[in-house]
């Protein structure tokens, strides 16, 4: 699928290990990188950027921000973007990867994002991957960047998850397979019986792509895809691998195989089973951030926690991914459950995940998080230590203050 | 930039860009001076104050995984670092550390020992240790690429060129 994305983005064939100069149909940057990216575009020379409705910024990761050297990185990029015509996802919006899927992926879409976890939208079978400020600068200022056309990884899915078990888990278990950097460089390929996945779970396995260390993470556009487009006013073509495609490596997994997965400090790749964890006492949950903070997860944690308290001495701090989400989850009962269950609810965004604000751990604590990365330091505390698992894990781990398989929890 | 010689400071695998630019100062982020001072800080706490100009990073697999911040690239050149050889790297530092100038070499760094002078070659792919006496090659960077960092980053190569020229 990558070379047939490029292939069709470039105007003809390509091949893995190319190196070729592509238009970009999206370039974005967040507030952690999009200040530096603006540098790198006045340095360039230029003032404007290419085509400025396919150049985004969002305020996410520091939102809102809690101090002023961040309240002048957003000030900056606010002016740059009001200069150039350039949109603005605004603090309070929500998580970059999120609104991309809500308002703006569709297949087939070449899109570059600074920040890692842009492979998320490889979920609508776009080309989506992060970069650093300069690519995302020399893509918003000249509307293309070069490339090299990644080999794919080959992903076959089949069977149906057993109750408790779900699309993280299934990702964690597959890094914790291949390693951190088991699908560096290359396209991360999902195929066979995908209708167990709905777009929110596809979009939680393609974020996490690059915790392989892959470059995408793609699903094939299917009837699903296409009913999420349409549900938001969007619409799209089905894409899918042209049969006979070749791979550089190919697994296969059972999802009635998968259990519930943890990755512990301090990498991704060091999994083990949620039931073999129990002696891990937790001092915070967090369920939110651009893996795990969408509707579908918000609604599992309140399925769970409805009626009920959470252990003594947890915090569980909830972060929507979004605006959207956070109206739903409002319509629907949810935040209220977690208020009353002892959680805190924040405002969409980044929230504690990458320790700019909110939620810092102190020195010794231990914290199970839905979100993507448990690096020493992450969340705001080298002397910290995090554990990655998810929604329903986090909330089975809320409710009994060490870390529980959620099928040991009734709902 | 062709013939490179230092003294080099050796980490482990899996260093990832929280460690080399840890997200607990990202307000330092638009003021890089700063952050370089805390470069590394949560792999080695000798690091950032100890780096002399010319200086060798050597680390094992993967290095410099997890985000894209450009950040991380950008501070360990701004320490003067010449180059960074690692086993293998984490595909967005690879990118970043080209498009901003700073020289990665993928080597075996095995048999390379903390504070050990190096020498070496980019252009030709050769790392001799001069503690050890030990040589090595690696496979030099592709045209592409090379022709990037020579122009000291991709900003450099395109104010140059007018455009991407591969
Ligand atoms: S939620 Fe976490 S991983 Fe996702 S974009 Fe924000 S900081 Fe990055």
């Known amino acids: ?411 | 930039m062709n013939l490179l010689v230092g003294k080099t400071w050796v980490f482990g695998d899996d260093i990832s860009t929280d460690h080399i630019a840890p997200g607990r100062h990202f307000h330092l982020r638009s003021n890089l001076p700063e952050l370089r001072k805390h470069v590394l800080e949560d792999a080695r706490e000798d690091f950032a104050k100890n780096v002399k100009p010319g200086d060798f990073v050597v680390a094992g697999k993967n290095f410099g995984l997890g985000s894209s911040r450009e950040h991380a690239p950008a501070i360990i050149k701004l320490a003067g670092v010449s180059a960074v050889l690692a086993q293998s790297f984490a595909r967005i530092f690879f990118r970043n550390a080209v498009n901003i100038g700073l020289p990665v070499i993928l080597v075996n760094t095995s048999g390379i020992n903390d504070g050990d002078e190096l020498e070496v070659n980019l252009e030709k792919g050769i790392l001799k240790n001069r503690t050890s006496g030990k040589e090595a090659s690696f496979p030099p960077l592709s045209k592409e690429m090379m022709g990037i960092l020579k122009d000291g980053g991709l900003v450099e190569h395109i104010k140059k060129h007018g455009e991407i020229t591969l």
């Not at chain 1, 530096?36 to 230029?46: N, P, S, T, V």
């Not at chain 1, 809500?102 to 970069?131: K, N, Q, Y």
């Not at chain 1, 549900?231 to 894409?239: A, F, T």
């Not at chain 1, 893996?291 to 599992?300: A, F, K, P, S």
């Open chain 1, 1 to 411: 699928m990558a070379e047939k994305i490029f292939s069709a983005k470039c105007g003809r064939e390509v091949r893995a290990g190319e190196i070729v100069v592509a238009r970009v149909d999206l370039a974005f940057a967040q507030d952690g990188t999009g200040p530096l990216a603006i540098r790198q575009i006045e340095k360039l020379g230029l003032r404007g950027v290419a085509r400025p409705d396919a150049t985004l910024f969002f305020f996410d990761h520091a939102s809102p921000s809690p101090r002023k050297e961040l309240s002048d990185d957003h000030v900056f990029m606010r002016t740059f973007s009001k200069n150039t015509g350039a949109g603005v996802s605004e603090v309070g919006a929500g998580i970059c990867h999120q609104l991309v899927a809500e308002r703006h992926a569709a297949p087939g879409m070449l899109i570059v994002g600074g920040d890692s976890h842009t492979c998320t939208a490889g979920a609508f079978g776009a080309f989506a991957t992060g970069v650093g400020s300069t690519d995302v600068a020399v893509a918003m200022a000249l509307g293309q960047t070069w490339f090299r056309v990644p080999e794919s990884f080959s992903v076959e899915l089949t069977g149906r998850f057993e109750k408790g078990v779900f699309a993280k888990d299934l990702i964690l278990h597959l890094i914790g397979d291949i390693g951190a950097a088991g699908a560096t460089y290359q396209a991360l390929e999902f195929s066979g019986d995908l209708e167990a996945l709905d777009m929110e779970s596809r979009l939680t396995v393609s974020n996490m792509a690059v915790e392989a260390g892959a470059k995408a993470g793609l699903f094939p556009a299917d009837e699903i895809t296409l009913a999420y487009l349409e549900d938001r006013g969007r619409s799209g073509e089905k894409l899918g691998p042209d049969p006979g495609a070749s791979y550089q490596r190919s697994l296969e997994y059972d999802l009635g195989r998968i259990e519930p997965t943890v990755s512990k400090p301090h990498s991704v790749d060091n999994t083990a089973l949620a039931r073999d964890l129990s002696d891990v006492k937790v001092d915070q949950v967090f369920i939110g951030t651009c893996t795990n903070g969408r509707i579908g997860d918000l609604q599992i944690a309140a399925d769970m926690l409805a009626g009920k308290k959470i252990e003594n001495g947890v915090r569980l701090l909830v972060g929507p991914a979004s605006r959207e989400t956070y109206l739903e989850a409002e319509r629907h009962g949810l935040l209220r459950i977690f208020v009353e269950a002892g959680g805190l609810v924040l405002p969409p965004g980044c929230g504690p995940c990458v320790g700019v604000h909110q939620g810092a751990l102190g020195s010794g604590e231990v914290a199970l998080a839905t979100q993507n990365r448990n690096f020493k330091g992450r969340m705001g505390n080298p002397e910290g230590f995090i554990y990655l698992a998810s929604p329903a894990t986090a909330t089975a781990t809320a409710l009994t203050g060490r870390i529980t398989d959620p099928r040991k929890v009734t709902t």
